[in-house]
């Protein structure tokens, strides 16, 4: 059995072929990152906890170093040039996933940064180009100039953020032109009977609180068997009053202030529409927008059920009893629309089985355990994550390498 291939030390890359060189340059990034990280590690602390950037670092190190194998794997066509709108959040993770990475396959690539981190993918980006040299370009034009100027002459188009910004993009395109949409999905947390309780409230924590609640992965409703509910929600006050609130610059914070203005107004409606329901939490300091961890106990849930997306501290919790109906309920509507992962704790063999239909499911872990850049991920919701040439749209579990690999025309051999 051979190993899969890694991405090669810059010393032992073969010179003379534009393939080569670009390994180079990633290797080079890689290296940065792994030997001389802090500069990095400072400009992320900006809009990201300590321990979130230090997670993104070595997220971006495995991803780069599995580069080659994941090329080698799918054998993506060669794309003349690749247009990408870059998301708010994980912006060193989005870079190598986006761009770095797809520059083994893509002769141009030209990316606008969400006006909320403009600045600050500017400086990553000059930081990271003196060291790959990659025909990666950054623009700061207008939306509608870039969709102009880059993103309608480009082969393959990438936007991350949300499904009604994307669908106007996609509106705008030409046929023949592959699209690919990465959002978001409500990602349900399942704690079933024969649970492990304490490792359900360890990871939940883990996953809500991650960046400050800044990330796409974390859960938007917790759905606990009622027999658990009250051992589920003690054991999350607990640990929510053991956490340490600091600057993003503090490595022993354990969350910090909402740097996103409207995840922080958002949040607040919420906390104002269900305040009866406040189990624990819900003060904001608007002046710091230091938002505590905040437990909100709800009905169970049913189809009609409106679940916000949170980018905050929030923990949405509500009781289900009977397995068959949670099951009916998480593949129905909104939840099939927004269908992206899952995770259960437990024994609820017929909810996993329905929800893998839909999502990508972890068992008594969460879903930033299996992050992997190199991997298709996502789920089967259209509103989660879709692929489109212009005439079929699939909706389902997205790489890009993959998707160019399946959807983008070959050139004749």
Known sequence: MTSAPVLPAAATVPEGTTDARRLAALRAVRDLLADNPGDVHDLL??????????????????????????????????????????????????????LLVPALYADHLVFRPSSQVKDQMARLHRLLAEHHRLPIELTVASQREFVR???????????????????????????????????????????????????????????????????????????????LRDAFLDGLVRELKGLR????????????????????????????????????????????RRMEPTVVVGDEVTPRTQVPEFFAPVFNVVGYRDEQALAA???????????????????????VAALRRRTTVTLDTTLLSIDDGNAPFGGFGRMANYITDGEELWAEPVLISKAVAEHYPKAPR
């Open 45 to 98: 602390c900006e809009i990201s906890t300590h321990r979130a950037a230090g997670y993104e670092i070595e997220a971006t190190i495995a991803t780069l170093d599995g580069a080659l194998a994941e090329v080698d794997a799918y054998r993506p066509a060669r794309v003349p040039r690749l247009a990408v709108f870059m998301p708010s959040n994980v912006i060193l993770y989005s870079y190598a996933l986006y």
């Open 329 to 351: 309920t998480l593949t129905t509507g909104q939840f099939t629309e927004r269908a992206l992962g899952s995770s259960v704790y437990g024994d609820a063999p017929d909810l």
């Open 245 to 288: 609130y600091g600057p993003y610059t503090d490595p022993d914070a354990d969350f910090g202030p909402v740097f996103y203005d409207g995840a922080l107004e958002e949040a607040v409606q919420f906390l104002a529409r269900n305040r009866e329901h406040i189990a624990y939490g819900g003060h904001v300091d608007f002046r710091t």
């Open 149 to 227: 100027d880059h993103v309608l002459p480009s082969d393959v188009v990438v936007f991350t953020g949300a499904y009604h910004n994307a669908e106007q993009i996609r509106a705008q395109l030409n046929p023949g032109q592959l699209f690919l949409f990465l959002g978001s999905g409500v990602n349900p947390f399942v704690v079933a009977p024969g649970a492990d309780v304490e490792r359900a409230v360890r990871d939940a924590v883990e996953i809500r609180v991650h960046n400050a609640g800044q990330d796409c992965l974390g859960p938007d409703l917790f759905c606990v068997h009622e027999d």
